[in-house]
């Protein structure tokens, strides 16, 4: 953790970030919106995503929308759900199926995407939070290469976080009064390193289509790409969506590169494609993945640790290192280490055992930027309650 924190602090080393819906998910707010640690997310889960959009609508799509999630079985979510619903939209014609056609089952997908724009709207809170700290750690040194967000999101909170900072970054649209995808300058880099890049991977509210060209908005009412068209791996095959994947692998490729993951549940069965394949390729790429639950529940990141010893998962519990897995073992404490161990190892709660913290999208984005920082002095109150710190200890 003190290597990592002085390659943050250095600003010389080509780095990313992958960022799934933990990381809005983390941020807790009151009704009004405004940040409450006892609220609830900013943004909610996929599955409670999936229930409220369910929820929402009316008559016979609600029924079909509910027959076909049903169908799909108990794990299935909303991405799923439009995904069959997008199928079924191509192959029926007049043929009825749940009590809809296919000009019904398209009337269906732009009612869910209607209802994910309303449910992952919400605004960046008013006070400094998480998103707020990540942007400041971006933006607060000069770089030898911008720093690459790549996300799963769909909502604006990253956009948010940039402008309010006066940050600027690039997110591979171009232009003034209806800014167009600009696929080629995805592809390069000429823009100097000051200029953070910010990738949707799935599309994103205020992206929407006219003349057949994708052009950004900026109206959170526009909801027609806030999820690649109904095949993941078909979507490969346009655009924006076969740019911005093939970013994700260029800059796997690039030698000396670190990817950093936090929210990321490692379900994305594209994205983990590219990474396996990428990771195989170049094993001079490292990938951190910061994951919130305990080992024995991360099995999408540990699966693929276990087959590419440069990914690491760093688990509340545990971790996998060099596909070797370990529980935390408290060592004793370094000269100077106290308030850098307090940033990464502490309780999550009162009633709680230490554990590690980064994954948690507010810890990670605190920890970042402290990175920067010289003096890490906490007041009393602040003190970690067990002063020890993880060190990964072989299982055999």
């Not at 269906?108 to 209802?115: D, P, Q, S």
């Not at 008013?126 to 911008?146: F, K, M, P, Q």
Request: hydrophobic share 40%; aromatic share 8%; glycine share 8%.
């Amino acid at each position: 953790m003190a290597d990592l924190r002085q390659v943050l602090s250095q600003g010389r080393k080509r780095i990313g970030l992958l960022v799934g819906a933990g990381a809005p998910l983390s941020i807790k707010v009151d009704a009004g919106g405004k940040l409450n640690s006892a609220g609830q997310p900013l943004i909610p889960d996929v599955e409670a995503l999936t229930a409220k959009v369910l929820a929402a609508l009316k008559g016979t799509e609600q029924t079909a929308a509910t027959a076909i999630h049903t169908g799909l079985g108990t794990k299935a979510n909303v991405e799923a759900l439009l995904s069959k619903v997008r199928l079924l939209e191509q192959a029926l014609g007049t043929t009825q199926v749940h009590g809809l056609d296919s000009q019904g089952y398209r009337d269906l997908g732009k009612a869910i995407c209607k209802e994910i724009g309303t449910l992952v709207g919400p605004k960046l809170p008013a006070e400094r939070n998480a998103y707020n700290e990540l942007v400041a750690w971006i933006s607060g040194t000069v770089r030898s290469h911008a720093v690459e967000v790549f996300t799963s999101n769909y909502d604006l909170l990253f956009e948010e976080a940039f402008e309010r900072a006066r940050a600027p970054y690039f997110d591979g649209f171009s232009g003034g009064s209806s800014p167009f995808f600009d696929p080629v300058t995805v592809a390069g880099d000429d823009l100097p390193p000051r200029w953070s890049r910010l990738w949707k991977l799935h599309g994103s509210l205020g992206w929407s289509l006219e003349g057949g060209a994708v052009v950004r908005s900026g109206a959170r009412e526009a909801t027609q790409l806030v999820y690649p068209d109904y095949l993941k791996y078909d979507l490969t095959q346009k655009q924006p969506y076969a740019s911005l994947f093939e970013r994700l692998k260029t800059f796997l490729l690039t030698p000396d590169t670190l990817l950093l993951t936090t929210g990321f549940s490692f379900r994305d069965a594209h994205v983990c494609a590219v990474l396996d394949e990428t990771l195989a390729m170049n094993a001079n790429t490292a990938v951190l993945a910061f994951q919130y639950g305990d080992l024995d529940k991360e099995e999408g990141a540990c699966r693929l640790a276990y087959d590419r010893p440069n990914l690491s998962v760093y688990a509340a519990d545990g971790a996998i290192i060099n596909s070797v897995p370990g529980r935390w073992q408290p060592g004793e404490l370094a000269k100077n280490w106290g308030e850098i161990r307090a940033s990464f190892w502490d309780r999550r709660k009162p009633d709680r055992t230490a554990e590690f913290l980064l994954g948690d999208f507010v810890q990670f984005a605190r920890f970042c930027a402290l990175a920067q920082a010289s003096d890490l002095t906490r007041s009393a109150k602040d003190e970690p309650q067990q002063a020890d710190a993880p060190e990964a200890e072989p299982a055999h």
